[in-house]
């Protein structure tokens, strides 16, 4: 072989008449001496002897010579090359979220080539989305498959978007963390774009009525690099379940009654059978199916002076035993609408209630009862049952007026001896009550919808609360009123009251688990006076002493038995709207 080579490319050429017909581009595109080459000293390629047949030319028989130009590729290489795609010339795929209210974005990590090329969500044959979406209903049946990505936001309130949209990338696992991270600015700014622009058609001045109910994340990898975003490495998620999520990412931007849902995987890629793929989605094609598209205002107080409570409000039901949360449709609570009750409230007039004994509830819950629902309230009561006949029954609970000030730890029971104290302890600090101290009366002019997450109301989706009129009625509860009240607080005395004391039932998780509501209640003001300039304030100040003065004799005499709930949580239920 050649000892070395003569490269004449970027170089002048040797002044020679003619090029020498040796010199031919060979491997890796270099142009090479046909001549046998001696030592490094060796003369250059004109002083060379000729070559011999075979060598450096090409030989009478017409065969190649080893050195004379390489051949063209196959043609099924040349193919290859010829087909790699222009992502620069192809129409991209945008967001394609609409600007109305809905009920769901489906959101993928980010378009893939095919997907880039064609100009549509999930259009690659080997991708199940859209058969998935066809399968459950998710996309009605006029829906053909990606190319109909543009008309889901109408058709079915649905909705696409990448957390990388406008990077095309087929490869998933090539994208680092840093470079994903560095999309979510953008994508969450496409979120609050979309929903500013959802609130704009139907006239909402809050700026949430138009949050979709649900955000469905088409694979983990998405979710968890928006999870572990902004986290100290020892804090990140290793692994993620598919399903409901509990909780969002840090800097979320749409409220906590969008649901958050992580997706079985649609990529033809991922190992997993039918029936794995598609429970998710039939999960998701449930809850669905059960929200209203187009969706009905259902926010209370919708107007541009008063901050709005979240999405569908009162389209909210208890959860499935199995998932934290869950949406229906508004027709579960008939047709209440919070504007009518807004309505109401206002021409109630402001009220007084009269605390009258600590008491020790069914299952020992305690509780801080009064002495009857005010006329105003009562009269209140009265008119959303005449004019909202579609609400659930009126609970037990809310029909007489009290403050439920803590339950018993789970798995404690009272003895017979222990609510002997319970009831003297009731009995001692319940005298203050008895001179009617104004001071102690509880000034109700304002009411508001809480929208809770459990039932003792520490955790609160939402509270909207509304001025009650400025006319004060101080008349007492009626007759009726207070004989409602004192058949409860009566039965205390009965000898066999303990059985009824001691059932299971209502303890602590209870009141502190997952449970989805809503209820119009007047919320008692936690603080001193100093910290309260208005009326209301002053005497709630002056009540949560006496509380706390009963609950500290409670824990002196029985330690560690009960779950007290959280000042700022302590209200009244006028009555229960939902759950």
Not at 242 to 270: F, H, K, N, R
Not at 351 to 362: A, E, K, M
Request: net charge positive; charged share 20%; glycine share 8%.
């Amino acid at each position: 072989m050649f000892e070395a080579f003569s490269c004449t490319v970027g170089k002048p050429e040797a002044p020679s008449a003619a090029k020498s017909p040796e010199v031919s581009h060979g491997r890796q595109g270099r142009a090479l001496s046909g001549t046998k080459q001696g030592p490094a000293t060796r003369p250059h390629a004109e002083q060379a002897e000729p070559a011999a047949p075979g060598v450096g030319s090409s030989p009478p028989t017409g065969k190649r010579s080893r050195l004379s130009p390489a051949p063209a590729p196959p043609a099924s290489t040349a193919k290859r090359q010829k087909q790699k795609p222009d992502l620069s010339q192809a129409p991209g795929v945008p967001a394609r979220l609409g600007s109305k209210p809905l009920r769901l974005i489906i959101v993928g990590a980010n378009p893939s080539e095919h997907a880039w090329l064609s100009g549509h969500y999930y259009s690659n044959p080997g991708n199940w989305m859209w058969r998935i979406l066809k399968d459950t209903g998710i996309a009605p049946s006029n829906i053909r498959g990606s190319q109909d990505d543009g008309k889901m936001q109408e058709e079915a309130g649905v909705g696409f978007i990448d957390v990388g949209v406008g990077h095309p990338c087929t490869q998933l696992c090539s994208i680092s963390t840093d470079t994903f991270q560095s999309w979510i600015d953008t994508f969450y700014g496409h979120l609050t774009e979309h929903v500013q622009q959802a609130c704009k058609s139907i006239g909402c001045a809050c700026g949430k009525c138009g949050c979709p109910a649900v955000v469905a994340f088409s694979g983990k990898r998405q979710f968890m690099e928006l999870m572990n975003f902004g986290r100290p490495r020892r804090d990140r998620l290793k692994k993620l379940d598919t399903g409901l999520q509990a909780a969002g990412p840090i800097g979320w931007p749409l409220p906590a009654t969008t649901e958050l849902w992580v997706m079985t995987s649609t990529s033809g890629a991922s190992p997993m059978t039918n029936e794995e793929r598609y429970a998710t989605w039939k999960d998701l094609a449930t809850l669905l199916a059960k929200l209203d598209h187009p969706p009905r205002p259902t926010r209370l107080f919708h107007t541009a002076s008063a901050p709005l409570t979240p999405t569908r409000l009162l389209g909210m039901s208890q959860p499935h035993p199995d998932k934290p949360r869950s949406l229906i449709s508004a027709d579960s609570v008939g047709t209440h609408h919070y504007l009518e009750l807004q309505v109401l409230l206002g021409k109630t007039a402001t009220s007084f209630l009269q605390p009258v004994s600590f008491f020790v509830s069914w299952q020992g819950v305690l509780t801080l009862a009064y002495r009857g629902f005010p006329p105003p309230v009562a009269n209140l009561k009265r008119q959303i049952e005449a004019s909202h006949p579609g609400l659930e029954s009126e609970n037990p609970g809310s029909r007489w007026p009290k403050t439920s000030l803590g339950a018993l730890k789970d798995n404690k029971r009272l003895t017979p001896d222990q609510l002997k104290a319970l009831n003297a302890i009731c009995e001692r600090e319940s005298v203050i009550f008895t001179a009617g101290d104004d001071a102690l009366r509880v000034r109700m002019d304002t009411a508001g919808v809480a929208l809770y997450e459990c039932r003792s109301c520490e955790k609160l989706l939402a509270y909207q609360e509304c001025k009650l009129d400025t006319e004060v009625d101080s008349s007492e509860a009626t007759v009726e009123e207070q004989g409602r009240v004192q058949q409860i607080l009566v039965e205390a005395l009965d000898p066999n009251y303990w059985f009824s004391v001691s059932k299971d039932g209502n303890r602590e998780t209870h009141y502190r688990g997952p449970h989805l509501g809503a209820s119009l209640i007047h919320k008692l003001r936690s603080g001193s006076p100093a910290g309260n300039t208005n009326r209301s304030g002053l005497a709630h100040a002056v009540l949560f002493g006496t509380i706390n003065h009963f609950r500290k004799k409670v824990e002196e005499e029985l330690p560690g038995l009960y779950a007290w709930f959280s000042d700022e949580s302590l209200h009244v239920t006028f009555r229960a709207l939902m759950g």
